[in-house]
């Protein structure tokens, strides 16, 4: 097992059009790279688990739990298992780096 990985050597996987994720995972938490084109949508959706991210590059509009929010490059958010969420892009790329626990089995791949 290595320790160590390259971000940019992660293998992408669609998550739905206009979303992709590069993920990397251990026993108890996950790291997804979460790339964003412009003009995307994403339904609300929820899950079980606890998810937490932080935006690296770009805007978007979050939505946790019926508040909404335009987070830039340095804000986080932290959503709890099984609150409704949703994000909507605008004009320019977006990433963000969001964290997972426990990890996600459907984005091991």
Do not use: C
């Amino acid at each position: 097992m290595s320790y160590f990985f390259n971000s940019f050597e992660m293998e992408r996987q669609e998550m739905v059009p206009g979303i992709t994720l590069r993920t990397k995972w251990g026993d108890n938490v996950m790291l997804s790279l979460v790339d964003v084109e412009p003009n995307t949508v994403m339904d609300e959706h929820h899950h079980p688990h606890e998810q937490a991210g932080i935006m690296l590059q770009g805007e978007f509009d979050m939505t946790i739990g019926g508040e909404t929010r335009r987070l830039r490059p340095g804000d986080g958010y932290m959503i709890p298992g099984g609150v409704p969420h949703s994000l909507r892009s605008f004009e320019g790329w977006a990433l963000a780096l969001d964290i997972f626990s426990p990890p996600r089995d459907e984005y091991k791949k």
